[in-house]
């Protein structure tokens, strides 16, 4: 089965440990864990002294909350689009984080991650 016809539950489990990463690694500022899923594409975009500039002004971005609530997929072209609401544990309110999946070189990649 290709990865756009994996059910929402199916692409979850294959989110699920990725999303948990990026909020673990973005909570204590690790470069390398953050990336360690990115395409190619987005690791041209991701330089360690920007995201270290977006976590030094973004204090969201450092306060993730562990947990979060898994709202769905949406498939377009040749990505899957994960949504979470997602909270933090120090700014009130709730957020949406938004996490574009691909295939690239046979693998599950992150071609896309941001949080409202």
Do not use: H
């Amino acid at each position: 089965m290709k990865f756009l016809e994996k059910s929402d539950n199916e692409i979850k489990e294959i989110a699920q440990p990725i999303w948990d990463n990026l909020v673990k690694t973005s909570n204590i500022k690790d470069y390398g864990g953050f990336t360690r899923d990115f395409s190619s594409q987005m690791l041209y975009g991701a330089n360690e002294v920007e995201l270290g500039k977006q976590w030094a002004n973004n204090k969201l971005l450092t306060s993730l909350s562990e947990k979060q609530d898994f709202i769905g997929c949406i498939r377009r072209a040749q990505y899957v689009t994960v949504l979470y609401k997602q909270t933090s544990n120090t700014m009130p309110g709730e957020f949406l984080g938004r996490l574009v999946l691909g295939v690239e070189d046979g693998a599950v990649k992150i071609f896309g991650a941001t949080i409202y």
